[in-house]
């Protein structure tokens, strides 16, 4: 499985406001369906459930650093399979440390805004007819402050291990279930 570096799609939500990050990525695969159904929400429950473990361990040193400075922190680990099932995807809805702010057919939008910095990742469903699919994940960040981007700048190497590997374990995982 082949994970590649690309543009923010244009027919991302996220792209109507491009001009305003101060940083973008994505990086996208394609992968078979094997005549499954995939829907944005099957994206997002993978995206919960399918971590690997050092990504767990990075995300929990870094609450307990971020605690120290007051910025907002989420549960992180595995959650339950009935708690990612339970959980519908829509506008408002808080999981962990991510608040959807949008979802159609084929997006989910994710995210937090603090008081440093602002990120959304994108997950974005492309289905061809041949049975292909297109995963694109897009993360999109604004710098609140000088702290922002002081923040950053360690995170950014780890994000560019990070979600290409979250790529990777969500498609596993899609392909592997149902």
Do not use: C
């Not at 394609?30 to 473990?53: C, N, Y």
């Not at 949008?102 to 805004?113: A, P, T, Y």
């Not at 959304?120 to 007819?129: A, E, F, M, T, Y």
């Amino acid at each position: 499985m082949k994970i590649n570096k690309t543009s923010l799609p244009g027919n991302s939500f996220l792209s109507i406001f491009q001009h305003q990050y101060h940083y973008v990525d994505s990086y996208s695969v394609i992968f078979e369906s094997k005549g499954k159904e995939i829907t944005v929400e099957d994206i997002g429950k993978a995206f919960f459930s399918s971590s690997p473990t050092w990504i767990n361990l990075l995300l929990e040193l870094r609450n307990k650093i971020v605690r120290l400075f007051g910025l907002k922190t989420g549960a992180t680990g595995k959650y339950s399979r009935q708690m990612i099932d339970e959980f519908k995807y829509e506008p408002g809805e808080r999981f962990g440390l991510f608040k959807v702010f949008s979802k159609s057919n084929n997006e989910l939008i994710l995210g937090e805004d603090d008081k440093h910095l602002n990120f959304k990742v994108s997950l974005l469903l492309d289905k061809k007819v041949t049975g292909e699919n297109i995963l694109v994940v897009s993360t999109v960040v604004i710098f609140n402050n000088w702290f922002g981007r002081l923040y950053f700048l360690p995170v950014k190497p780890f994000h560019k291990l990070i979600v290409p590997a979250m790529v990777k374990s969500v498609v596993r995982q899609l392909t592997n279930s149902k």
